[in-house]
């Protein structure tokens, strides 16, 4: 069963602190993955998607890195911000590219001021 | 550039009720994908409709069904309502090609909250 993981469930950090979000996943034969952030009742904005070739992809503060072999991908938010505050979700495409992807359950940061 | 909106944002029903939720797609956006999202969990993939067709459903049973329109946007009917039922019904556009090369990010509207009593 193609399943994707994210550890911790909550996470929170003073304002300023670098900080990684993890994404694990079962299944190597991943089309592409993608991080998305959620605000509490709102929905989904994508932050980053790599691609199956890719290693990483930035923008902004934002690093996010992919290791197919491994089954793992992170999220590495530089300087934190309360603003950055949400729920941070990762999705795996295992369908080839049709985009019917996958979640994981996410991870909730909050930033302290 | 219009992005996917979503209606109603709110909608409360009871059990054994229908429902129909609506979405815009993104323009130039030809494939709407519809996931469930219960309280905090991730995003679950209920169908997605390309050109009209359905193409690819999740794990859902049959009373969950769907509409593409020629302008593509959509409709998500969901018969005999459940308790269970009660989600964030999210929609998400994406592709001006075909499905199966997509390699944009999925473009998602606020969603409708449903509440099922």
């Known amino acids: 069963k193609q399943e994707v993981t994210q550890i911790p469930a909550a996470l929170s950090v003073p304002e300023g602190e670098n900080l990684v979000l993890n994404c694990s996943f079962t299944?190597?034969?991943?089309?592409?993955l993608q991080w998305f952030r959620q605000d509490p009742g709102k929905g989904l904005t994508s932050l980053l998607l790599?691609?199956?070739?890719?290693r990483e992809q930035t923008s902004g503060r934002l690093n996010a890195s992919l290791d197919k072999s491994s089954g793992r991908s992170t999220l590495y938010i530089a300087a934190s911000q309360p603003g950055d505050s949400a729920t941070y979700l990762c999705a795996v495409d295992f369908s080839g590219g049709y985009q019917k992807v996958t979640f994981g359950t996410g991870t909730k940061l909050q930033v302290i001021p | 550039e219009t992005g996917v909106t979503q209606s109603p944002t709110h909608l409360i029903k009871t059990r054994g009720q229908q429902v129909t939720l609506r979405c815009s797609s993104q323009?130039?956006?030809?494939?709407v994908s519809w996931y469930q999202q219960a309280l905090g969990q991730g995003p679950q993939f209920i169908f997605q409709?390309?050109?009209?067709?359905?193409?690819g459903r999740g794990n859902f049973p049959p009373r969950f069904s769907g509409l593409q329109f020629p302008n593509y946007s959509s409709e998500l009917n969901v018969n005999a309502l459940e308790l269970d039922d009660s989600a964030l019904y999210l929609c998400?556009?994406?592709?001006?090609?075909?499905?199966?090369?997509?390699?944009?990010?999925?473009?998602f509207g606020n969603g409708t909250r449903l509440t099922v009593t």
């Open positions: 409709y390309y050109r009209e067709e359905e193409n």
């Open positions: 299944d190597s034969a991943i089309y592409n």
């Open positions: 790599i691609q199956s070739s890719q």
């Open positions: 323009s130039g956006h030809n494939t």
């Open positions: 998400a556009s994406s592709g001006t090609g075909q499905p199966s090369s997509y390699n944009s990010p999925l473009h």
